[in-house]
DNA sequence: GGGTTTTGTTCTTCCGTAGAACATAAAGCA
DNA sequence: TGCTTTATGTTCTACGGAAGAACAAAACCC
């Protein structure tokens, strides 16, 4: 690849870029729009915005709804949907769950099956073997109408997106795996799911509600603690992975170069202070302690579990207040179990940030939190691939 | 702006777009590109990449170079260049100095002036005015046969890319500065400069070595070292400004939590070991000592310089292996006053980034140093302004 | 029931690229 | 010298896609 440049543009080009454009107008609405709403979002003609959508609704990628009798003049609109029966599957491995997740085009949940144990140091074949498992009961189940665009695979750990292949995951403890190649092996038909960073995955799922459509917040980074912390930083709506495939370890940003050692081999990095095992060990608590119980001793006066919360809102807000001087990010989300324990951190770590952050002065960054089902990166490994088919549908309609 | 997603495209798009893609396609070539070269690179026929280059001919903004007798059989190539007759004009105020520097589309300097004096403190109005004059001079001189296509200022501190203010500039001590219209008062016609930061600019510089021709390092962390530390990430060849504006400011990024006091109001800043002045003070040198010196007196043994040499290289090490974990970026750039101390800092620095990014093991991050003229944010000024003519030929055609 | 209004369709025109044929300008070769 | 070969550049027709205008459809209003 890379020739040099890019093609050259024929007239079958601005058919296909019409055709996506007139998919993602009517994913990125929140309400269904007629053929004439098309035209005006997209500058065309109703003939043409007709034709696109003609077009689209022939391969399967938009439906049509009822003509619901408005009372409004004119000649009542035929709404128009994206499709129901195009959907992807989402697969996720963490330490903590297996997870398969079936989404339609419009984002909705078709079917899921989340079984929830104890990965840490698995054998990785076996427990790639169930989810593939998993996976296949879930296609057998009342998706048998939909076709399938796509698959992808949340992993919790660094993805070589070149080789498909699972360098390391340190949360499972396993290194150099082809995941992708063990799953496979246990799924329906030639389905191949494109691996994924879990939290660039999970942060899919903040920046769009839907397949194209935009969430409330198009720039922020997302974090995403589990054992460690995993990170994305999504700019303009899109998640950046890096040249590899390996931004967003935010987990490993140094707070103090003379903190503990991590098991990254460096010192003092950000999950040493707010990762799940470190936070609950210097709380003094068991490591199945859950982020509410946490909570629940923080808000009865545990002086310990306070001062383990204080010092990881500190490392939380050394390290992120970095992170966002140099990316200019308005926002933090945070997820995994980081979300649970927004109530305690966010003071403190909202007061580090416009502190430590240059043009706080002029923009406070906001500290906000998500509130979804769990395995977030099995959805957002499902919107990836509904994203493709918005990003090219003509080879959808084939 | 931004109505919902875009706009439909139509043939002219197509044409505009293909007018586009050829002018990138000459620019990007290092060598001169026949018709029938740029038919094969675009991927189009001969016919309609004779049509496209024929009209970016007539509009100057490609040249047709002198037919020269290679030895090869079959009719002789036309060569064609990017227009010599389209300039861009880029500005630059910096605590050292002012400069205004001129370029063609093919990224020669067609004519400069570099002002070097202490601005430190200096009155916003007073300078940009000089600046003002000094481009005027400029243009008034060989560059009158260049059509302007456009200007840009490279200004050291936050700017504000809606309202185009420069928000602070702690190098100047200013504050709340309408740079570009107390600078357009001073300069010719309607000329307004679009605004920058300083590093952003001075990355481009890196990037590209001519508008639109791509540098060797298209993924980089760029280090504009001055009195503090600037920096812009480049992902993809393109340089990272962040949602307002104000990314990179690496030079704010906690090295130690512990550390000492910023004028920034933080603590611990990059900035405070390894900007000029934080480094000079170490090393116990006066704030006039060029880079030169400083790595004499390192090689002559000079304890205290090593060890503030040292102190830099770490807090460097630390604050970047944050910065490249983030962005999983393949190499960092030191530029400004970094890049002469390059030398005694690279084995120290380097290694850090091999210990503490995660991903080193698989690609570990190399260091590397500008070798240019003076003042490169003058010229990154002066390329956005001919990148924005390359993205959009079709309004210089008119 | 006729006028109004909005949606959706049909038909012609225009425009840009593809593709093929042709013209041009050199080198190679007898 | 003249013919062949080869690559560049140009001319001409065909095709496909969107614009624009006119028309048909399906509701409301009075």
Known sequence: MRTSEGTGARQSTLRSSNLALVLRTVCAADAPLSRADVAVRTGTTRATAARLVDELVAGGLLDEGERLALPRRGRPATPLLPGARIGALGLQVDAGLLAARLLDLRGRVVAERVEEDDLVGSDPARTLARLGALATDLLAGPAGELRLAGAGLALPGLVDAEHDLLLRAPNLGWS??????????????????????????????????????????????????????????????????????????VGHVCVDPDGPACRCGSTGCLEQYAGRHALLGAAGLPLDTTPAEVVDRAAAGDADVRRALDAAAHALGVALAGVVNVLDLPAVVLGGHLAALAGPLRPRLEELLGRRVLSARWRRPVVAAVTGPPAAGATGAALRALDDVLADPVRRLG
């Open 176 to 249: 150099d795996v082809d995941a992708v190649g063990l799953l496979a092996a246990h799924l329906p038909d030639a389905l191949r799911p494109a691996p994924g960073n879990e939290a660039d995955l999970a942060a899919r799922t903040v920046a769009e509600t839907a397949p194209g459509r935009p969430g409330p917040l198009r720039d922020f980074l997302y974090l995403s603690g589990q054992i460690g912390i995993g990170g994305a930083a999504v700019v303009g709506g899109r998640v950046m992975t890096g040249s590899a495939g390996w931004a967003g370890e």
